[in-house]
Every structure is written in structure tokens, then in C-alpha cells.
């Protein structure tokens, strides 16, 4: 299964183009409005979330796989909870766009709270822009640090497909998701995929700061990752 990650910067109508090139069999899009989705006509195979009028978060199924409501729901927003199956397989999905505006590390650990029985209960991928980084956690305390969502993300068996497969720590990154302001120089590495022991990642990249950045296309470039669901 190819899942892409992708904060498109919102006129998605003239960018999912450049998001099929990808050929995702699942993406988790943010900053997307229901409208841009019905001009992609993929409205009919996507979910979307957020306020009338306003930019939201969407997860989009391609070829045989289907999505269905999951039996579990979030009060933290931002964290969409669904289940992905293509008829022979089933995943849970939690989607993810952290609002940047408000602290982000104490509601992404509440939520983990409440999903908690959903990311154990079955093959699992916690994915999208978390807007967190331990690279910004100097000076803040305990339960305000990003290490301590990987701390709780830890105890779930979930890992980074990017560090797990690319053998890097979090913090010393290769390559940046985000660049800020579109500066090449203000660089953060902010949108991930956490899976869970039976989601194995084969191959895992980001998108160029060439084509995505310097192309103002997006000021995050996409993140995708090839899954093998394990026995």
C-alpha cells in the first residue's frame, strides 16, 4: 500500500495532479477545501473534515481501497479516526493536521489517549502534518516536548516509516517536510507516518525543495511510504 502525506497549501483544484503523479493508493491531505476535492472529482472516495468555507483535512482512497467510519471518535480536533480495507485487508488510520496556532504537543497526547484501543486493535498508521519536531523542544518542560508524543507513540509500537527505515533520529534529519516561509534555510521535518508493527515500510522519500518549494507548489513537500501489511 502507497500512503502519501501531504500539506498541499490549500488550491488543491490545481494541485492533485501533482499528487497522482505519486500514485498513492491512500493520501491524508491538509489545507484542502470540500470544493477542491469535487473539482478532482475524487469527492465520492474521499472524507473530508473541517469548517464550511474554510480549509480542512481530507483522506482520499484510490484503486480498490475503501474507507469507513471507525468506531472510535476524538475531541481533540484535527485527528480524523477511519478504517481502510481493499477486501482483503484492514487498516486503522488516524489523519492528522495539528494546528500550529496552539500548542501542539498536549492535544496530539490527549488524542493518543483516546485512541489508544483503535492503533492496538488492528494493523495501524498514525499520519499527517503533526507541525512538532524535537528540534523545538529546548526549554519546554515535560508534557510539552515532541519526544514526549514519540514517548507515547513508543508505547503503542509505532514508529517513524522515515527513521525506522532511513535509520536516523529524530532531530537529525537528512531532509526536511516543511520549509517555512518557503526559506530552503528555515527547514523542519514535521510530517510523518507512524506505524504500527505490522506496517512495514519498504521504500519511504520526500518530495524536492526544487519541484514542491522553489516550484510554489507547497511549502511542504510530500511524504510517502511504501507499506507491507506482515502476518
Keep these: 500500500m502507497r ?5 498541499c497549501c490549500d488550491a488543491f483544484q490545481r494541485k492533485f495532479g501533482h499528487l497522482e503523479r505519486l ?10 477545501r470540500p470544493e477542491c476535492l469535487q473539482f478532482a472529482t ?6 473530508w473534515v473541517g469548517d464550511p468555507g474554510q ?3 481530507a483522506v482520499i482512497a484510490y484503486g480498490d481501497w475503501k474507507i469507513g467510519a471507525a468506531p472510535v471518535s476524538v475531541n481533540e480536533r484535527w485527528f ?33 489517549e483516546q485512541l489508544n484501543m483503535f492503533l492496538t486493535a488492528a494493523p495501524s498508521i498514525m499520519t499527517g502534518d503533526f507541525n512538532q519536531t524535537v528540534s523545538l523542544d ?3 518542560p515535560a508534557g510539552s516536548r515532541f519526544a514526549d508524543v514519540l514517548e507515547g507513540l513508543a508505547a503503542l509500537n509505532m514508529a517513524s516509516a522515515w527513521h525506522s527505515h532511513r535509520s536516523e533520529d529524530h532531530g537529525a534529519e537528512t531532509a526536511a517536510s516543511l520549509y517555512w516561509r518557503w526559506n530552503e534555510q528555515a527547514k523542519y521535518h514535521i510530517d510523518f507516518a507512524f506505524g504500527s508493527n505490522r506496517m512495514r515500510p519498504d521504500a519511504v522519500s520526500l ?9 510554489e507548489i507547497s511549502d511542504h ?3 510517502i511510504v511504501d507499506y507491507t501489511i506482515t502476518a
Design 221 to 223: 513537500v510530500p511524504l
Design 207 to 215: 518530495g524536492t525543495f526544487e519541484q514542491y518549494v522553489r516550484g
Design 3 to 7: 500512503l502519501v502525506s501531504w500539506n
Design 138 to 140: 529546548k526549554g519546554r
Design 23 to 32: 500514485r498513492p493508493d491512500i493520501a491524508v491531505i491538509q489545507e484542502v
Design 80 to 112: 480524523l479516526p477511519l478504517i481502510l480495507s481493499n477486501g482483503v485487508e484492514t487498516i486503522h488510520l488516524v489523519a492528522v493536521w495539528v494546528d500550529s496556532s496552539k500548542d501542539c504537543v498536549v492535544p496530539t497526547l490527549r488524542a493518543l
Design 55 to 57: 480549509k480542512g483535512l
Design 42 to 47: 475524487v469527492q465520492d472516495r474521499s472524507v
